[in-house]
C-alpha cells in the first residue's frame, strides 16, 4: 500500500499531505520524519533525482521539483521500485499542471488542480492511474485518447 | 475573509512570496461555503471554495462532526450544476468528507444517475465516490452497474470499477467474490492498467484457491502480460505457487525458465522482482542463483540511486542465506561504502561483514572507521550489530574488532547506540575468553565518562561478576572506587555492590576493599550506606585475609531463584502484620509458558515481516523450573535441553511440544501443551509414553497438569532414568491423555462432570546429539593441538550419493550436534573438498573437536576423514560411533 504522499515546500512547510492507511496518531511522526529526511539529503540534489530510504519495514523515495520536495512512503508490493513509478508519474503530471517546474507558488496556483490529479494518480493507497496524458484528460472529466 | 485564488499569469513570477492561502482560516472557509447554497451557483466561486477546504484537510486540519454534516450537504447542492470542473472538485470533496451511512442516502440517488450516464467519465467517478461511501446493503443495489463497469469498453471505467474491488473486497468479500467472471474477462483486457488491477483483484479472490492460482500463472506466464506492474504481479504469484507446490527438486522446479527470462525483460522492475523471486526460491541451488546475482551485481553500479539501494537490499538478504553466492560482488559492495545515500551504504557494510573471509577483515574495518562518522545512529545499530557477528565467526579477529568498538564507544552518540556497543562487547568477552582482559578495560574506561546511568550500573554488574576471574583483578577497583565519587546515588550503589563482590572472591583484596567500603558508610544516600553496612557484615567485619564462606558467595553472586512474576504477586497480597514476608512462601513453579514456536508449514512471510519469535525459554529458565519440582531435583546438573520438538500439526485442538532435557543419569521431557478450544477445560492431563522401543529407559516420574483452561499454556512432566554418562538413545511414542469437561461460553464457567479421553501425539526420539552441546572455541588450532593426540580416532566414511558437498557437510553437522567454528560451515561454491570444524561438550562434561574433511569421489559420492580429538578416548571413540551408525 502507498501509505503516504507528501509536499513540502524549501523550508520543510507541507504544502499536502495525504495518509493512506495510517493512523492519526503516527501522522505526525511520518510528517517530521520525512521532512528532516529531506533537510539533511535534498540539498544539492537534482531536480528529479530520487532517494531513496527505509525505515523499519517502510521504503521512501522522495526527490526535489523545482521549489518544492515530493515524498512518497510505501509498504509490502509498493517497495522502493513501484514507489519509484509512482513518484515518476507524480512528478510528471505535477510538472504537466505547471507547465514547468513549479514555483512554490505556481504550486499553490494550481493547488485545486493538483489535488485532482493526485486523485486520479492514487486511490486510496492504490496506484490508479500512470500516463500523464491520460490523467490530464481525466481532471477535466474527457475520456483517455487512447479509447 | 481569507484573499482569493489568484490566477495565475507567466508575469506574475516576481511575487513568488505571497501565497494564495495566506491567512487562510477554517472558520472563514466554512462561510465561505455557504455559496453552495446560492440559487444562482458561480461554478468559478465554488471550485475555488473547495480548493480553500481541500488545502486546509491536507494541512492535517479535521472537521468537526457537524461542520463536515454541514459542508457534505452544501456540496451536494452542487450536483445541480453542469459545470464539468466544478463536477470533478465535488466527486473529491464527497471522498474527502466521508460522509457517514445516514448521510449518503443526500447524494446516492445524484451519484446513481451519474453511474448510469452516458458520459464514460461520469460514470467513473460516480463508482469510485460510491464505493467510498457505499455500505453492504448499497452494494447489492449497484453490484449489477459494478459488474457491467468491470467489462466497460472505456479502460478508466473499468479500472474504476476494479480498484473498487480490490478496496470493497476488504468490506464486502461475498459480494466481490461473485464478480471473479467479470474480473477474469478484464485479465485478458488489451489495456494494460486494465489488466494490472483486474489480476491484482483476481489474486486477491482466489487467494486461497490453490489450483485457481496455478492456472492463474500458468495460462499468463504463457500469455502477453502488456504492462510492467502487471509482470511484476504476475511473478510475486508465481513464486507463490513455486514456494507451494511441493516438488522442491531444482532439476524440475516449475516455473524457473520463467522467472529467468524475466531477468531479461526492459523494465527495471520486473528485473528486480524476478532477481528477488529467485534468490527467495526454497533450497535454491547455486545455479538458479547465479543469473540472478549477475544482474543484481550491475545494478550495484547503476547511477540510480533507487536501483543501487534495491540491488544491495537483496543481496544483502541473499547474504544471510547464502554468504558465498554474494563474494563476487563484494568489489562493487565495497565502492558503495561511501556512497552518498547512508541507507546504501549501511546495507553494503552489512553485506561485506556477512560475506567477507578473514583476510579482508582489517582492510573492511579501516573503510567502515571513515564511514561511522557521518551516519545517523540507527545506522550505526546496524553495523554494530554486524560487526558483533563478525567478530564471533572470527574469533581471532577479536582485537581488530574489540579495538573498533571501544573506539566508537568513546564517540558521540545517543542511549541506543550506546548500549548497543556495550551489548557487543559484553557479548564477545562471553563467547571469546581471549577478549576478556581487553573487554573489561574497555568498559571500566567507558564507564569513566558514561552519561547513561543504566549502563554504568549494568556494567559495574557485569564487571563484579567477570572482574574477580581475571588474572590481575585489582586493576579494576580504581575504575570502581571512582564511581563511588563522582556519579549519583543510582551508580554509587551498584559500585558498592560490585567493590563487595570483588572483596568476597578475591582474598587477597579483601582488607583494601574494607577500607573503601568503610569510607562508604559515610555516603549521603541511603541506599548506597545500606548497601555498604550489609556488606560489611555479611564478609566479616574485621577485614581479615580470610575465605569467604560459600553461603555468602551464594548471597551476593546468587540469582534470585524466584520468578519476579510471583514475587510480585506474592508482595501485593502481603498484608503488614506483625509476621514478617517470607520469600520462601513464594511458590516457584512457572505459572504459564509462552506458546512455543509452531510449526507452520506453506506460508512465508512476504515483504518484510518481523522475524518469527526465538525459543521462548533460555537453559537457565529451564534449570529453574525443573530445580522447582520436588521429584526432579535429585537429578543433579542440567546438562542440555532441546529447542521444542512439535509433537502436533498446527491448528489442531491441542497443540504440544516438547522439550528433552538432558541430566546426567536422567532425562526430562518437558510437554508443554495449550489447549485451543473455547468450550473445554481440561484436568488431569498426563502424557503416557511408550518406552518399548528405547529400552535403556525407565519411566520413573511423572508429572501431571492440573488444569488446561483454553489458551493458557501449561506444562506436564515424564523423567526416565537411563544409564549415567552414557548416550543412550531411543524411540518414544506419545498419548495425552486427560479429563475434558464442557465450559459454558456465556458464564466461561466449566461442568462439575467430565470424561476421560485420549489424543495421539506424534513420536518423540532422543538422539546422539542430545547429549553433546554446541560450545564454539575461539582458536581451533590451539585448541586442538593443546588437546593433544593421545585420545585422537581418525577414520574414513563414504557418504554416498549426496545432493552437493554443502548439503553433506550439514547432515554432518546436525547428525553431531556440535558448534561450527570459524565459519568453516559454510561451503564455498563449485568446491570439490572442504575441510569442517566442529567443537562441543560431550555428556560428563568432556570437551570434544573433530576435524571433518570431505571431498568429492566421482560426480556425487562423497567421502569424509573424521578426525576426533577428545579428553577421554570412549567419547572420541562415542563420535565415531554416531557417525557410523547415522
Given at each position: 500500500m502507498?501509505?503516504a504522499?507528501?509536499?513540502a515546500?524549501?523550508?520543510?512547510?507541507i504544502?499536502?499531505?495525504r495518509?493512506?492507511g495510517?493512523?492519526?496518531?503516527?501522522?505526525l511522526?511520518?510528517?517530521?520524519?520525512?521532512v528532516?529526511?529531506g533537510?539533511?539529503?535534498?540539498?544539492?540534489?537534482k531536480?528529479?533525482e530520487?532517494?531513496?530510504?527505509?525505515h523499519k519495514?517502510v521504503y521512501?523515495?522522495?526527490?526535489?521539483l523545482?521549489?518544492?520536495?515530493?515524498?512518497?512512503?510505501?509498504?509490502d508490493?509498493?517497495d522502493e521500485l513501484a514507489?519509484?513509478?509512482?513518484?515518476?508519474?507524480?512528478?510528471?503530471?505535477?510538472?504537466?499542471?505547471?507547465?514547468?517546474?513549479?514555483?512554490?507558488r505556481l504550486f499553490?496556483?494550481?493547488?485545486?488542480?493538483?489535488c485532482?490529479?493526485l486523485?486520479?494518480?492514487i486511490?486510496?493507497?492504490?496506484?490508479e492511474?500512470?500516463?500523464?496524458?491520460?490523467?490530464?484528460?481525466?481532471?477535466?472529466?474527457k475520456p483517455?485518447?487512447e479509447? | 475573509m481569507?484573499?482569493?485564488?489568484?490566477k495565475?499569469?507567466?508575469?506574475?513570477?516576481?511575487?513568488?512570496?505571497?501565497?494564495?492561502?495566506?491567512?487562510?482560516?477554517?472558520g472563514?472557509?466554512?462561510?465561505?461555503?455557504?455559496?453552495?447554497?446560492?440559487p444562482?451557483?458561480?461554478p468559478?466561486?465554488?471550485?475555488?471554495?473547495?480548493?480553500?477546504?481541500?488545502?486546509?484537510?491536507?494541512?492535517?486540519?479535521?472537521?468537526?462532526?457537524?461542520?463536515?454534516?454541514e459542508?457534505?450537504f452544501?456540496?451536494?447542492?452542487?450536483?445541480?450544476s453542469?459545470?464539468?470542473?466544478l463536477?470533478r472538485?465535488v466527486y473529491?470533496m464527497?471522498?474527502?468528507?466521508?460522509?457517514s451511512?445516514?448521510?449518503?442516502?443526500?447524494?446516492?440517488s445524484s451519484l446513481?444517475k451519474d453511474m448510469?450516464?452516458?458520459?464514460?467519465?461520469?460514470?467513473?467517478?460516480?463508482?469510485r465516490?460510491?464505493?467510498?461511501?457505499?455500505?453492504g446493503?448499497?452494494?447489492?443495489?449497484?453490484e449489477r452497474?459494478?459488474?457491467?463497469a468491470?467489462?466497460?469498453?472505456?479502460p478508466?471505467?473499468?479500472s474504476a470499477?476494479?480498484v473498487?474491488?480490490?478496496?470493497?473486497?476488504?468490506?464486502?468479500?461475498?459480494?466481490?467474490?461473485?464478480w471473479?467472471?467479470?474480473v477474469?474477462e478484464?485479465?485478458?483486457?488489451?489495456a494494460?492498467?486494465?489488466?494490472?488491477?483486474?489480476?491484482?483483484?483476481?489474486h486477491?479472490i482466489?487467494q486461497?484457491?490453490?489450483?485457481?492460482v496455478?492456472?492463474?500463472?500458468?495460462?499468463?506466464?504463457k500469455g502477453?502480460?502488456?504492462?510492467?506492474l502487471?509482470?511484476?504481479?504476475?511473478?510475486?504469484y508465481?513464486?507463490?505457487?513455486?514456494?507451494?507446490s511441493?516438488?522442491?527438486?531444482?532439476?524440475?522446479?516449475?516455473?524457473?525458465d520463467?522467472?529467468?527470462?524475466?531477468?531479461?525483460?526492459?523494465?527495471?522492475m520486473v528485473?528486480?522482482?524476478?532477481?528477488?523471486a529467485?534468490?527467495?526460491?526454497?533450497c535454491v541451488t547455486?545455479?538458479e542463483l547465479t543469473?540472478a546475482?549477475?544482474v543484481?551485481?550491475l545494478f550495484?553500479?547503476?547511477?540510480?540511486?533507487?536501483?543501487?539501494f534495491?540491488a544491495v537490499?537483496?543481496?544483502?538478504?541473499?547474504?544471510?542465506?547464502?554468504?558465498?553466492a554474494?563474494?563476487n560482488?563484494?568489489?562493487?559492495?565495497?565502492s558503495?561504502?561511501?556512497?552518498?545515500n547512508r541507507?546504501?551504504?549501511?546495507?553494503?557494510?552489512?553485506?561485506?561483514?556477512?560475506t567477507?573471509?578473514?583476510s579482508s577483515?582489517?582492510?573492511?574495518?579501516k573503510q567502515?572507521?571513515?564511514?561511522m562518522?557521518?551516519?545517523a545512529?540507527?545506522?550505526?545499530?546496524?553495523?554494530?550489530e554486524?560487526?558483533?557477528s563478525?567478530c564471533?565467526?572470527?574469533p581471532?579477529?577479536h582485537?581488530?574488532?574489540m579495538?573498533?568498538?571501544?573506539?566508537i564507544?568513546?564517540e558521540e552518540?545517543g542511549?541506543d547506540?550506546k548500549k548497543?556497543i556495550v551489548?557487543?562487547i559484553?557479548i564477545?568477552?562471553r563467547?571469546?575468553p581471549?577478549a576478556?582482559?581487553t573487554?573489561?578495560?574497555?568498559?571500566c574506561?567507558?564507564?569513566?565518562?558514561c552519561?547513561?546511568t543504566?549502563?554504568s550500573?549494568?556494567?559495574?554488574?557485569?564487571?563484579?561478576?567477570?572482574?574477580p576471574?581475571t588474572?590481575?583483578?585489582s586493576k579494576?577497583?580504581?575504575?570502581?572506587?571512582?564511581?563511588?565519587?563522582?556519579?549519583?546515588?543510582?551508580?554509587?550503589?551498584a559500585?558498592v555492590?560490585?567493590?563487595?563482590?570483588?572483596?568476597?572472591?578475591?582474598d587477597?583484596?579483601?582488607p583494601?576493599?574494607?577500607v573503601?567500603?568503610?569510607?562508604?558508610?559515610?555516603?549521603?544516600d541511603?541506599?548506597?550506606r545500606d548497601?555498604?553496612?550489609?556488606?560489611?557484615n555479611t564478609?566479616?567485619?574485621?577485614g581479615?585475609?580470610v575465605?569467604t564462606?560459600e553461603d555468602?558467595?551464594?548471597?551476593?553472586?546468587?540469582?534470585?531463584?524466584?520468578?519476579?512474576?510471583?514475587?510480585e504477586?506474592s508482595?501485593?497480597n502481603?498484608?503488614?502484620?506483625?509476621?514478617s514476608?517470607?520469600i520462601?512462601?513464594?511458590?516457584?513453579?512457572?505459572k504459564?509458558?509462552?506458546l512455543?514456536?509452531?510449526?507452520?508449514?506453506g506460508?512465508?512471510p512476504?515483504?518484510?515481516?518481523?522475524p518469527?519469535?526465538g525459543?521462548?525459554?533460555?537453559?537457565?529458565a529451564?534449570?529453574k523450573l525443573?530445580s522447582s519440582?520436588?521429584e526432579?531435583?535429585?537429578?543433579?546438573?542440567?546438562?542440555?535441553?532441546?529447542?521444542?520438538?512439535?509433537l502436533?500439526?498446527?491448528?489442531?485442538?491441542?497443540?504440544?511440544?516438547?522439550?528433552?532435557h538432558?541430566f546426567?543419569g536422567h532425562?526430562v521431557?518437558?510437554?508443554?501443551?495449550?489447549?485451543t478450544?473455547?468450550?473445554?477445560?481440561?484436568?488431569?492431563?498426563t502424557?503416557?509414553?511408550?518406552?518399548?522401543?528405547?529400552?535403556e529407559?525407565?519411566?520413573?516420574?511423572?508429572?501431571?497438569?492440573?488444569s488446561?483452561?483454553?489458551d493458557?499454556?501449561g506444562q506436564?512432566?515424564?523423567?526416565?532414568?537411563?544409564?549415567?554418562g552414557?548416550?543412550?538413545i531411543g524411540?518414544?511414542?506419545?498419548?495425552?491423555?486427560?479429563i475434558?469437561k464442557?465450559v459454558?461460553?456465556?458464564t466461561?464457567?466449566?461442568?462439575?462432570?467430565?470424561?476421560?479421553?485420549?489424543?495421539?501425539?506424534?513420536?518423540?526420539?532422543?538422539?546422539a546429539?542430545?547429549?553433546?552441546?554446541?560450545?564454539?572455541?575461539?582458536n581451533?588450532?590451539?585448541?586442538?593441538?593443546?588437546?593433544?593426540?593421545?585420545?585422537e580416532?581418525i577414520?574414513?566414511?563414504g557418504l554416498?550419493?549426496?545432493?552437493s558437498l554443502?548439503?553433506?557437510?550439514?547432515a554432518?553437522?546436525?547428525?553431531?550436534g556440535?558448534?561450527?567454528?570459524?565459519?568453516?560451515?559454510?561451503?564455498p561454491?563449485?568446491s570439490?573438498?572442504?575441510t569442517c570444524l566442529l567443537?562441543g561438550?560431550y555428556i560428563?562434561?568432556?570437551?570434544?573437536?573433530?576435524?571433518?574433511?570431505?571431498?568429492l569421489?566421482?560426480?556425487?559420492d562423497?567421502?569424509?576423514?573424521l578426525?576426533?580429538?577428545?579428553e577421554?578416548?570412549?567419547?572420541?571413540?562415542?563420535i565415531?560411533?554416531?557417525v557410523?551408525?547415522?
Amino acid at each position: 500500500m502507498i501509505l503516504a504522499v507528501l509536499f513540502a515546500n524549501s523550508e520543510g512547510n507541507i504544502l499536502v499531505e495525504r495518509f493512506n492507511g495510517v493512523p492519526t496518531e503516527e501522522r505526525l511522526h511520518w510528517r517530521s520524519f520525512l521532512v528532516k529526511l529531506g533537510a539533511e539529503n535534498l540539498k544539492g540534489v537534482k531536480n528529479e533525482e530520487l532517494l531513496v530510504a527505509s525505515h523499519k519495514s517502510v521504503y521512501i523515495v522522495y526527490t526535489v521539483l523545482g521549489d518544492v520536495s515530493v515524498y512518497v512512503v510505501g509498504k509490502d508490493e509498493y517497495d522502493e521500485l513501484a514507489l519509484a513509478e509512482v513518484i515518476f508519474v507524480i512528478t510528471s503530471a505535477v510538472k504537466d499542471v505547471c507547465g514547468k517546474l513549479p514555483t512554490e507558488r505556481l504550486f499553490l496556483d494550481k493547488y485545486g488542480r493538483i489535488c485532482l490529479t493526485l486523485d486520479e494518480i492514487i486511490w486510496q493507497g492504490y496506484l490508479e492511474n500512470t500516463d500523464k496524458d491520460r490523467i490530464r484528460r481525466l481532471v477535466r472529466l474527457k475520456p483517455p485518447t487512447e479509447f | 475573509m481569507a484573499q482569493p485564488l489568484v490566477k495565475k499569469d507567466d508575469d506574475r513570477d516576481d511575487e513568488a512570496d505571497y501565497s494564495p492561502f495566506l491567512g487562510i482560516e477554517k472558520g472563514a472557509v466554512l462561510q465561505e461555503a455557504r455559496v453552495f447554497n446560492d440559487p444562482q451557483l458561480d461554478p468559478r466561486r465554488c471550485s475555488q471554495v473547495i480548493t480553500k477546504l481541500l488545502y486546509l484537510l491536507n494541512q492535517g486540519e479535521t472537521f468537526t462532526k457537524v461542520e463536515a454534516t454541514e459542508v457534505f450537504f452544501a456540496v451536494t447542492k452542487l450536483f445541480q450544476s453542469k459545470d464539468i470542473g466544478l463536477r470533478r472538485m465535488v466527486y473529491v470533496m464527497i471522498k474527502e468528507l466521508s460522509p457517514s451511512a445516514d448521510e449518503v442516502i443526500i447524494v446516492t440517488s445524484s451519484l446513481m444517475k451519474d453511474m448510469t450516464s452516458k458520459t464514460d467519465m461520469y460514470r467513473a467517478n460516480a463508482i469510485r465516490v460510491l464505493c467510498r461511501i457505499t455500505d453492504g446493503t448499497l452494494l447489492t443495489q449497484i453490484e449489477r452497474y459494478l459488474k457491467q463497469a468491470i467489462v466497460d469498453k472505456n479502460p478508466v471505467v473499468a479500472s474504476a470499477a476494479l480498484v473498487s474491488g480490490i478496496h470493497l473486497l476488504q468490506t464486502n468479500p461475498e459480494i466481490v467474490k461473485r464478480w471473479s467472471n467479470e474480473v477474469q474477462e478484464a485479465v485478458q483486457s488489451r489495456a494494460a492498467l486494465v489488466q494490472f488491477h483486474a489480476l491484482a483483484l483476481l489474486h486477491q479472490i482466489r487467494q486461497n484457491d490453490r489450483l485457481a492460482v496455478n492456472k492463474l500463472v500458468s495460462s499468463l506466464t504463457k500469455g502477453s502480460v502488456r504492462s510492467p506492474l502487471a509482470q511484476c504481479l504476475l511473478i510475486r504469484y508465481t513464486s507463490q505457487v513455486i514456494r507451494e507446490s511441493a516438488n522442491t527438486q531444482a532439476a524440475d522446479r516449475p516455473f524457473y525458465d520463467f522467472l529467468e527470462g524475466c531477468l531479461r525483460h526492459k523494465a527495471e522492475m520486473v528485473i528486480f522482482e524476478a532477481a528477488r523471486a529467485i534468490t527467495e526460491l526454497n533450497c535454491v541451488t547455486t545455479r538458479e542463483l547465479t543469473p540472478a546475482i549477475t544482474v543484481l551485481q550491475l545494478f550495484l553500479s547503476s547511477s540510480k540511486p533507487v536501483l543501487r539501494f534495491a540491488a544491495v537490499r537483496t543481496l544483502n538478504k541473499v547474504a544471510m542465506t547464502h554468504p558465498m553466492a554474494v563474494t563476487n560482488c563484494n568489489i562493487d559492495m565495497e565502492s558503495l561504502i561511501s556512497d552518498q545515500n547512508r541507507s546504501i551504504a549501511t546495507l553494503a557494510i552489512t553485506t561485506l561483514l556477512k560475506t567477507g573471509n578473514e583476510s579482508s577483515v582489517d582492510r573492511l574495518m579501516k573503510q567502515i572507521t571513515n564511514f561511522m562518522s557521518d551516519i545517523a545512529d540507527e545506522f550505526k545499530i546496524v553495523v554494530v550489530e554486524a560487526i558483533r557477528s563478525l567478530c564471533l565467526k572470527f574469533p581471532l579477529k577479536h582485537r581488530s574488532l574489540m579495538n573498533f568498538l571501544s573506539n566508537i564507544l568513546r564517540e558521540e552518540g545517543g542511549f541506543d547506540y550506546k548500549k548497543a556497543i556495550v551489548d557487543s562487547i559484553v557479548i564477545l568477552i562471553r563467547d571469546i575468553p581471549e577478549a576478556k582482559e581487553t573487554g573489561l578495560l574497555h568498559l571500566c574506561e567507558f564507564i569513566e565518562d558514561c552519561e547513561f546511568t543504566y549502563l554504568s550500573t549494568q556494567i559495574l554488574h557485569f564487571l563484579g561478576i567477570e572482574g574477580p576471574k581475571t588474572s590481575d583483578p585489582s586493576k579494576y577497583i580504581r575504575y570502581i572506587y571512582n564511581r563511588v565519587h563522582l556519579e549519583n546515588a543510582t551508580v554509587r550503589a551498584a559500585a558498592v555492590s560490585t567493590l563487595a563482590k570483588f572483596g568476597a572472591m578475591v582474598d587477597t583484596l579483601k582488607p583494601r576493599i574494607f577500607v573503601l567500603l568503610r569510607r562508604c558508610l559515610f555516603d549521603n544516600d541511603d541506599e548506597v550506606r545500606d548497601r555498604a553496612t550489609l556488606y560489611l557484615n555479611t564478609l566479616g567485619g574485621d577485614g581479615a585475609v580470610v575465605q569467604t564462606g560459600e553461603d555468602v558467595k551464594e548471597f551476593l553472586f546468587g540469582s534470585l531463584d524466584i520468578p519476579l512474576v510471583n514475587l510480585e504477586n506474592s508482595l501485593k497480597n502481603y498484608e503488614p502484620s506483625e509476621e514478617s514476608f517470607d520469600i520462601y512462601s513464594v511458590p516457584r513453579e512457572v505459572k504459564t509458558q509462552p506458546l512455543a514456536e509452531k510449526k507452520a508449514p506453506g506460508k512465508k512471510p512476504t515483504g518484510l515481516g518481523a522475524p518469527p519469535a526465538g525459543p521462548p525459554s533460555t537453559v537457565d529458565a529451564y534449570e529453574k523450573l525443573l530445580s522447582s519440582i520436588p521429584e526432579f531435583a535429585n537429578f543433579g546438573k542440567l546438562f542440555k535441553s532441546s529447542a521444542p520438538v512439535e509433537l502436533t500439526e498446527a491448528e489442531t485442538e491441542y497443540a504440544v511440544n516438547v522439550v528433552k532435557h538432558i541430566f546426567d543419569g536422567h532425562v526430562v521431557f518437558q510437554y508443554n501443551c495449550t489447549n485451543t478450544i473455547p468450550e473445554q477445560l481440561l484436568e488431569n492431563v498426563t502424557v503416557i509414553v511408550d518406552a518399548s522401543e528405547a529400552e535403556e529407559f525407565a519411566e520413573v516420574a511423572s508429572k501431571p497438569l492440573r488444569s488446561l483452561p483454553y489458551d493458557s499454556p501449561g506444562q506436564t512432566f515424564v523423567a526416565f532414568e537411563k544409564p549415567e554418562g552414557t548416550p543412550a538413545i531411543g524411540k518414544f511414542s506419545n498419548m495425552l491423555r486427560f479429563i475434558v469437561k464442557e465450559v459454558d461460553p456465556s458464564t466461561g464457567e466449566a461442568e462439575d462432570d467430565g470424561v476421560e479421553d485420549e489424543y495421539q501425539l506424534e513420536e518423540l526420539e532422543v538422539v546422539a546429539a542430545d547429549y553433546i552441546l554446541k560450545v564454539g572455541v575461539s582458536n581451533f588450532r590451539n585448541a586442538w593441538e593443546s588437546m593433544g593426540a593421545d585420545c585422537e580416532r581418525i577414520d574414513e566414511y563414504g557418504l554416498g550419493p549426496r545432493e552437493s558437498l554443502a548439503e553433506a557437510v550439514n547432515a554432518v553437522i546436525d547428525l553431531l550436534g556440535m558448534q561450527p567454528c570459524e565459519g568453516t560451515e559454510v561451503v564455498p561454491n563449485n568446491s570439490r573438498s572442504h575441510t569442517c570444524l566442529l567443537s562441543g561438550v560431550y555428556i560428563g562434561n568432556v570437551k570434544v573437536l573433530v576435524r571433518l574433511q570431505f571431498g568429492l569421489d566421482g560426480p556425487k559420492d562423497v567421502a569424509m576423514k573424521l578426525a576426533v580429538r577428545s579428553e577421554d578416548e570412549s567419547v572420541s571413540d562415542a563420535i565415531h560411533e554416531i557417525v557410523a551408525s547415522g
